[in-house]
């Protein structure tokens, strides 16, 4: 047994740090409060202390209550415990923060009460629970946020509407326009059934490179135009509607539904955007793809596509009414028809077929690498065309190949598909085939030079008219039907030397002829 003076000490020490223990307790309780906004100094400023009740400015352990009609303005830096605000039914009161506003634990906004943000200053940090009415025109939102009915948002304005390290959860229809910069892995979340419009010049951009995202996977976001949306922050999309205006992507996007671009609006990928549209693109727009890739589902996009850069790729059948090529690598690995094409730069590849209707090609350097097949009139300049092992250019019969211009030359490996003409190859302007076969059925109408070279051709009519030419060497022309000009012909292969009238039919060489022929129009 402990001696009974140590007992008396101990029992001592006991009762008076509990003592201290109470004592510590009452002090805090006395520090926190429970204030209540009156507005008696008629003033509305948050820092006046006679605003208040019990007369005090509310502080860093205090619960504040906001419910008499009015505007209540936070010019300096603040910090409270919590805030409850528009409880009282015909009370409308207004919390204006232009400077920093700290809740260490809730910010509660009910039916009848509302926030304004509309300075660069401005900031909110905490738990905030919106059910009344948000402005958020510029400034910081931080912590978590939840947008709920029966609230109202907007985040209007063109300012920077800045999130840091803020999770901003939206659930009811709220407006956006102006710039959003997202921050220390910030996510603007749209939930289920719950749709932003959006309008004017918007922006959503990362400030940084943590984990930002604009979600918008579970809602719906509709842009009515009056300017460009911008996307350059990672974005996960559910429905999107572009009604009017622009969107140009700078980061990397998936549309999960059928895109449809209208008449007068552009879609634009620049940089790193890898962007995919596999339910399809519809519509009469424009799509102007520069950025990694860009690919498209079962595409009937009655617009026009320019592709500047990266690949365009379209994942199953489709059709496009307009394409421009100025330096984009276009894969077909579906058949993919246009009714109109303009290649400058690039390179058409893939075990799927092109079908051209009409266009036109002028390019120091174009690949095709893909069955092509021209059904209309096409016309080439000044071109070098090389052929690959998989490529071909078709010529369908009634359809029309013209050169004009400058020499359009065609190259590439032995054993390709070469050029396939079933209709007219025209040429006004010079023509040259190495190494290419030419076969087909069709004619080829020589006004300028037709040089061939190491290859197997078979065509029903070669007509020479004015001073055109048809020369080559080491070429297989015994399947040309008939070489025809007006009066006649006058051919010469290796040292023989001949003239025909009208045509030269049934040419007959043993085998590949190993010096150069020319024939031309008879004087």
């Known amino acids: 047994a402990l001696p009974i003076c140590f007992c008396t000490l101990l029992n001592e020490i006991m009762s008076r740090f509990a003592c201290c223990i109470?004592?510590?307790?009452?002090?805090?309780?006395?520090?926190?409060?429970?204030?209540?906004?009156?507005?008696?100094?008629?003033?509305?400023?948050?820092?006046?202390?006679?605003?208040?009740?019990p007369d005090q400015v509310p502080g860093?352990?205090?619960?504040?209550?906001?419910?008499?009609?009015?505007?209540?303005?936070?010019?300096?830096?603040v910090t409270v415990q919590s805030i409850a605000m528009g409880n009282d039914v015909g009370e409308f009161p207004y919390l204006i923060v232009d400077n920093s506003l700290l809740v260490e634990s809730t910010l509660t906004v009910n039916a009848?009460?509302?926030?304004?943000?509309?300075?660069?200053?401005?900031?909110?940090?905490?738990?905030?629970?919106?059910?009344?009415?948000?402005?958020?025109?510029?400034?910081?939102?931080?912590?978590?946020?939840?947008?709920?009915?029966?609230?109202?948002?907007?985040?209007?304005g063109a300012a920077e509407k800045a999130f840091v390290n803020c999770q901003f959860n939206i659930g009811i229809d709220v407006d956006m326009s102006g710039l959003i910069i997202l921050n220390q892995s910030s996510v603007i979340t749209v939930g289920s059934g719950s749709t932003v419009t959006a309008s004017d010049a918007f922006s959503v951009q990362a400030g940084d490179t943590t984990a930002v995202k604009f979600d918008t996977s579970a809602g719906t976001l509709?842009?009515?135009?009056?300017?460009?949306?911008?996307?350059?922050?990672?974005?996960?999309?559910?429905?999107?509607?572009?009604m009017a205006g622009n969107l140009t992507l700078f980061d990397s996007v998936t549309f999960g539904a059928m895109f449809s671009i209208p008449a007068g609006s552009t879609v634009k990928t620049l940089g790193?955007?890898?962007?995919?549209?596999?339910?399809?693109?519809?519509?009469?727009?424009?799509?102007?793809?520069?950025?990694?890739?860009?690919?498209?589902?079962?595409?009937?996009?009655?617009?026009?596509?320019?592709?500047?850069a990266g690949l365009f790729e379209a994942t199953s059948a489709s059709s496009i009414a307009t394409m421009m090529v100025s330096g984009s690598s276009i894969m077909v690995g579906h058949a993919l028809t246009v009714a109109e094409i303009t290649?400058?730069?690039?390179?058409?590849?893939?075990?799927?077929?092109?079908?051209?209707?009409?266009?036109?090609?002028?390019?120091?350097?174009?690949?095709?690498?893909?069955?092509?097949?021209i059904t209309g009139s096409f016309s080439a300049s000044g071109s070098v065309i090389s052929i690959g092992s998989m490529g071909s250019v078709h010529v369908a019969s009634g359809a029309t190949f013209t050169t004009t211009g400058g020499a359009v030359q065609f190259s590439g490996p032995s054993g390709t598909g070469g050029v396939v003409?079933?209709?007219?190859?025209?040429?006004?302007?010079?023509?040259?085939?190495?190494?290419?076969?030419?076969?087909?059925?069709?004619?080829v109408t020589v006004a300028d030079t037709f040089t061939v070279g190491t290859i197997?051709?078979?065509?029903?009519?070669?007509?020479?008219?004015?001073?055109?030419?048809?020369?080559?060497?080491?070429?297989?022309?015994?399947?040309?039907?008939q070489i025809t000009g007006t009066p006649g012909v006058t051919g010469t292969i290796g040292s023989y030397s001949f003239t025909c009238d009208k045509a030269c039919k049934k040419i007959g060489t043993s085998g590949i002829p190993t010096k150069k022929f020319i024939f031309a129009v008879s004087k």
Request: proline letters at 2%.
């Open 22 to 53: 109470l004592a510590l307790l009452a002090v805090s309780t006395a520090n926190a409060a429970s204030i209540k906004w009156t507005g008696y100094a008629k003033n509305g400023q948050w820092g006046t202390s006679t605003n208040w009740y």
């Open 60 to 77: 860093p352990n205090d619960d504040v209550s906001i419910n008499k009609g009015g505007n209540v303005t936070i010019t300096t830096p």
């Open 112 to 156: 009848n009460g509302g926030i304004i943000m509309n300075s660069g200053a401005a900031a909110i940090s905490g738990q905030v629970v919106m059910g009344g009415n948000l402005v958020f025109a510029s400034g910081t939102a931080s912590g978590s946020w939840k947008i709920a009915s029966p609230g109202k948002a907007t985040l209007g």
């Open 222 to 242: 509709t842009y009515t135009g009056g300017g460009t949306f911008q996307v350059m922050a990672p974005w996960s999309v559910g429905t999107f509607n572009l």
């Open 272 to 308: 790193v955007a890898a962007v995919a549209m596999p339910s399809g693109v519809s519509g009469a727009g424009r799509i102007h793809a520069e950025g990694k890739s860009l690919t498209v589902g079962a595409a009937n996009f009655s617009g026009t596509l320019i592709a500047s």
């Open 343 to 373: 290649m400058i730069a690039g390179q058409i590849q893939g075990n799927s077929t092109l079908t051209i209707a009409s266009g036109s090609l002028m390019s120091a350097g174009f690949n095709i690498n893909a069955t092509t097949v």
């Open 421 to 443: 003409n079933h209709g007219m190859i025209n040429a006004v302007g010079a023509l040259e085939l190495t190494n290419i076969d030419l076969t087909g059925t069709g004619s």
């Open 456 to 481: 197997t051709i078979s065509q029903s009519v070669v007509a020479l008219t004015g001073n055109g030419k048809f020369v080559g060497a080491t070429t297989d022309i015994n399947t040309i039907a």
